[in-house]
T-cell receptor
Framework: NAGVTQTPKFQVLKTGQSMTLQCAQD?????MYWYRQDPGMGLRLIYY???????DKGEVPNGYNVSRLNKREFSLRLESAAPSQTSVYFC?????????????FGSGTRLTVV | AQSVTQLGSHVSVSEGALVLLRCNYS??????LFWYVQYPNQGLQLLLK??????LVKGINGFEAEFKKSETSFHLTKPSAHMSDAAEYFC????????????FGEGTQLTVNP
């Protein structure tokens, strides 16, 4: 009954360091997403994967890369972290590509870049 | 493209009072609308969704929302607030042109006073 699992839950990086945020879902969902949440700005889409083997840019993709490793896993990589990437990152999944499904969210990763 | 505007970044009510959280949408295609709730240090949880089947939608924890096309609104209500309703609430929209991607509003922080 895990749903969407994100690791790590917390991370502090120095400017210029790299890291990968991991996300896995066990609901056999087709579509997966990465959002960032910043105060007063709601959630903004970074990248998404409509189905296994495909990825597309969202609203704020600069500075990030993604990999849809298989149907279950969708990772987000910061190649050279910047203070502007300090945020809470959420992974989500949905059953299909239609507009009516809605998402299941992970519990988030709090990232601080110093 | 779709967007949502949540009126009021902070709403404060007394326990037992009516909760009204406002959301207006903009969409060039028939919208699908969602309300999510986020408790402190957690991910987002689906409260309810409108997918054109019925204009009055009932969700979890006693919340409901009414789709009003003439007003382009999808306001969230609950007749009697509980202390446990204190959280941040997000309205989101998708449409046939966006597939399963959701666009979120900026969020409304609900405070419930004893």
């Amino acid at each position: 009954n895990a749903g969407v699992t994100q690791t790590p839950k917390f991370q502090v990086l120095k400017t210029g360091q790299s890291m990968t945020l991991q996300c896995a879902q066990d609901m056999n969902h087709n579509s997966m997403y990465w959002y960032r949440q910043d105060p007063g700005m709601g959630l903004r889409l970074i990248y998404y994967s409509a189905s296994e083997g495909t990825t597309d840019k969202g609203e704020v993709p600069n500075g990030y890369n993604v990999s849809r490793l298989n149907k279950r896993e969708f990772s987000l990589r910061l190649e050279s972290a910047a203070p502007s990437q300090t945020s809470v990152y959420f992974c989500a999944s949905s059953e299909g590509q239609g507009p009516y499904y809605g998402y299941t969210f992970g519990s988030g990763t709090r990232l601080t870049v110093v | 493209a779709q967007s949502v505007t949540q009126l009021g970044s902070h709403v404060s009510v007394s326990e037992g009072a009516l909760v009204l959280l406002r959301c207006n949408y903009s969409s060039s295609v028939p919208p699908y609308l969602f309300w999510y709730v986020q408790y402190p240090n957690q991910g987002l949880q689906l409260l309810l969704k409108y997918t054109s089947a019925a204009t009055l939608v009932k969700g979890i924890n006693g919340f409901e929302a009414e789709f009003k096309k003439s007003e382009t609104s999808f306001h969230l209500t609950k007749p009697s607030a509980h202390m446990s309703d204190a959280a941040e609430y997000f309205c989101a929209v998708s449409g046939e042109t966006s597939g399963s991607r959701l666009t979120f509003g900026e969020g409304t922080q609900l405070t419930v006073n004893p």
